[in-house]
């Protein structure tokens, strides 16, 4: 069964119809109110639960199955299966030989250990950070003759080229920025922890800090204490008229205690210490909304309330993008930034829709990661190439998709499938296994250096919830979205009928491709050029103007 369940003309465009779970959605942030207002502590705001994280929260999924179970219908085996992977990724597999009592500590010992690790961590890499920065903080300190303006980002191994610092998901705004303001990068860093922190130290047009600068040793300590004896989930909790209490307390125990993540957790303490040694006048943070963007708002709150908070929406949103969507209690007591900025106004309406957070309070402010569309117009041609190319990403969903795709066959038919691995998770050992394990024919890793090289030569692109799925379609190129059967879709193009086909494990692959080959030349190009329409709606070009929602 595929996107073709449509007939007439719909089936031939590859017309998707939106699932549109409008109810059950909002019925998911109204019980993460409900919780959230039993626990107001900041350690469950923290939490990866109740900040409804797509990828790593499993709650939508399990309250679905309890309501199909309730009315007598059990939850699809592809869902089921989904579940199971999911929760394979955040699950210790206890041995078959032991009791009960002894997974359980087993189970807790390795959070423990994890937490322990961590907190270690931090340690060392507050020492690391003093070491190289604390001349650098006083020189920004006798500095501060214009309003300051704090960029909170994150930094990989491809921030520094050639001792310059580039900001991948704020490129260019520094420096649109500095007349007005005096600029403090405020970062995680992800990776080569030493060799970024020398970078910072070294480089002489940015002041750029990691949030373990700004811990004290107390902090770190005090945190990992807080973390480890927090509170119980309290209250009872209703979802459609149904008592899911047991159901949230077990999901909470099967994600070592709601998976708070602790350093993002961290993040509190540090926003805490930077208000109190920095004057801030604007505060930018991505908008996803991950657990440390709600520990850096709660900060400045309590700290730092004249600061203005900005919220830049910058990753692509899908249904199960549920933290996106400000529920009425999150709203209410002031947990979200004073103005949300969007790429374009095509996710301020999927906000809008959704979302319980005022309208004018949105804004269109471009889509900085995304300039270099703007300067590749042409689409690249209708290719009969039998090359289908796989977009990976680091979740555990990958390994169902590329299971169900080994088994359609399509290597007898000539086809080959060129997996392009995620570079913001090059060295994710889930997407490094399943390199491993799917490099074997039909599967070929692809050597490409670029996407456009991977597309240009593609026939098709299978998705399952990835931005360069909307980069494919800006080339014209025919994308095919995995569905797992989520309760709430995965899919960035949820909105768009454009180019877009839909499958599952029961869908031929075989007769999507066909009816892609077969199309109609004229039929074809008008897609192309309304798919780049829609491209265009949801990553608008940033301009003076639309830029001016950054800064004013």
């Known amino acids: 069964m595929s996107a073709c369940r449509l007939t007439g003309r719909s089936r031939r465009l590859g017309v998707t119809h939106d699932r549109t779970p409008q109810p059950f959605l909002k019925q998911y942030l109204e019980l993460t109110d409900q919780i959230l207002k039993n626990n107001p502590d900041t350690s469950w705001l923290c939490s990866h639960i109740l900040s409804r994280h797509k990828t790593i929260s499993n709650l939508p999924n399990l309250l679905k199955n309890k309501i199909a179970t309730a009315y007598g219908v059990g939850p699809c085996a592809e869902r089921k299966r989904s579940t199971e992977l999911l929760a394979k990724g955040t699950l210790r597999k206890p041995r078959l030989n032991i009791n009960e009592w002894m997974c359980k500590i087993l189970h807790h010992s390795g959070w423990i250990g994890s937490m322990t690790y961590r907190c270690g961590l931090s340690i060392l890499r507050k020492s690391i950070s003093t070491f190289y920065l604390k001349k650098k903080f006083v020189q920004l300190q006798k500095k501060q003759n214009l ?3 704090v960029i909170s980002s994150i930094i990989s191994e491809h921030s520094f080229l050639n001792q310059k610092y580039h900001d991948a998901y704020f490129p260019g705004l520094s420096s649109h920025l500095e007349q007005q303001f005096q600029v403090l990068n405020f970062v995680k860093v992800d990776t080569f922890y030493r060799k970024n922190i ?21 902090d770190i300590v005090q945190s990992f204490l807080k973390l480890l004896f927090h509170k119980r989930i309290q209250g009872r909790f209703f979802f459609n008229d149904h008592d899911v209490s047991d159901l949230i307390r077990q999901e909470v125990s099967r994600t070592y205690n709601g998976h708070i993540p602790y350093e993002q957790y961290l993040f509190f303490p540090s926003v805490k210490n930077l208000c109190r040694k920095l004057n801030i006048h604007t505060f930018l943070t991505t908008y996803e909304v991950m657990p440390r963007e709600r520990m850096s708002i709660k900060a400045l709150r309590l700290f730092s309330p004249k600061t203005r908070i900005l919220g830049y929406q910058h990753s692509v949103i899908s249904q199960a993008s549920a ?13 979200t930034p004073d103005r949300i900025v969007t ?8 906000m809008t829709r959704y979302g319980y957070y005022p309208t004018e309070r949105i804004q269109i402010g471009g889509a900085l990661r995304f300039q270099n569309l703007y300067q590749n117009k042409e689409f690249f041609n209708k290719t009969t190439t039998k090359n289908v190319l796989i977009l990976l990403q680091d979740a555990p969903h990958m390994e169902l998709l ?21 570079p913001a998770f090059v060295h994710n050992i889930h997407q490094k296994k399943l390199l491993v394990r799917y490099h074997k024919p039909p599967f070929h890793i692809s050597s490409a250096k670029s996407l456009n090289e991977n597309l240009r030569s593609a026939d098709a692109v299978i998705y399952w919830e990835t931005g360069a799925a909307l980069e494919a379609l800006w080339f014209g190129k025919p994308v095919i979205h995995f569905d797992f059967r989520d309760a709430l879709s995965f899919d960035p193009l949820f909105h768009c009928p454009h180019l877009k086909w839909t499958m599952n494990s029961d869908t031929k692959l075989i007769d ?3 009816n892609i080959e077969h199309m109609d030349v004229t039929l074809f190009h008008q897609q192309q050029q309304l798919a ?10 940033p301009t003076q103007e639309t830029l001016l929602s950054l800064i004013h």
């Open 147 to 149: 309003p300051l303006y």
């Open 198 to 218: 020398h970078s910072m130290a070294t480089n002489t047009q940015n002041y750029i800090f990691p949030i373990e600068f700004f811990l004290s040793y107390q």
């Open 323 to 335: 933290s996106v969507y400000a529920s009425p209690y999150e709203v209410a007591c002031n947990c």
């Open 343 to 350: 790429t374009g106004p095509e996710p301020k309406n999927i």
């Open 402 to 422: 590329l299971s169900c795709l080994a088994h359609q066959g399509l290597e007898q038919k000539g086809y080959r499938y060129f997996l392009r691995p995620n």
């Open 512 to 514: 999507l491709l066909k």
């Open 532 to 541: 780049r329409e829609y491209v265009q709606s949801y990553f608008s070009k």
